[in-house]
């Protein structure tokens, strides 16, 4: 996958160096901030909280019917992920109860990937389409806090191997949708949803990776972005 990302990169670039010749196809840049968090069947979901973060890379649209439809494939870099909220909740490890919570915030850095069609009507356009996306790295700041329902004795525990990404899907399939309003000069403003049909977490590993809470999640992401197409209509 690591290969396949670089040659799309590398797609884009040549495209993008092209662009001048290619009558009507506009290199641009976005730049914006993603609000996460994560859906599906997720255990102690109250436990898990929204969280910003930056959204950002280049985008090439190319006009099919003019000033009307067009395809707009995007290389982003994608800050994904949730904060824990310090909400109680129930664990039994080996057949003794406690309450725990937890704190801190868990980052999932992405490259994505959307190919989107896009209709525009008199500048305010829709858009839609598939989105593929890698995961480069992770960050894991999360402190939990333990009480014995029996003795009351409290410990706490800090993540470990904080950048580990062994136990998660590296490569994710979903899709976004948004709408906005572009000018003629080129500048834009949106907002998209974008989600996942792939879950984060590996199957064999759903019932370890926060305690199995994740086992059926996937990532949840409305983005809103300012971007600029160079050169005129």
């Known amino acids: 996958m690591k290969k396949s990302t670089v040659l799309v990169a590398a797609l884009l670039s040549a495209a993008a160096f092209s662009s001048a010749h290619a009558q009507g196809v506009r290199l641009g840049l976005r730049a914006g901030a993603n609000y996460t968090n994560l859906s599906g ?4 979901e109250n436990t898990y909280n929204n969280k910003l973060g930056f959204v950002g890379g280049v985008m090439l649209n190319a006009p099919l019917v003019e000033n009307f439809f067009s395809i707009q494939p995007e290389l982003l870099y994608s800050q994904k992920g949730f904060e824990n909220k310090p909400n109680e909740y129930d664990n039994t490890i080996a057949g003794i109860g406690y309450k725990e919570k937890r704190e801190g915030k868990v980052n ?3 490259l994505d990937l959307p190919i989107l069609a896009k209709i525009n009507a008199d500048g305010f356009y829709v858009e839609a389409g ?6 480069l790295s992770s960050s894991n700041e999360t402190k939990t806090t333990r009480t014995n329902t029996v003795s009351g004795k409290t410990d706490t525990f800090e993540a470990q191997n904080k950048n580990d990404v062994s136990d998660l899907n590296r490569t994710e399939l979903g899709y976004a949708a948004g709408l906005g309003y572009q000018a003629e000069n080129g500048l834009s403003i949106g ?5 996942a049909f792939s879950d984060l977490v590996k ?10 809470d994740l086992k059926n999640a996937r990532h949840s992401a409305f983005q809103v972005s300012l971007g600029y197409l160079i050169g005129n209509k």
């Open 41 to 44: 069947n997720i255990k102690n």
């Open 108 to 110: 999932y850095n992405y």
């Open 130 to 135: 598939p989105q593929i996306s890698y995961l």
């Open 191 to 195: 907002l998209r949803y974008a989600g």
């Open 203 to 212: 199957s064999e590993n759903g019932d370890t990776y926060f305690n199995g």
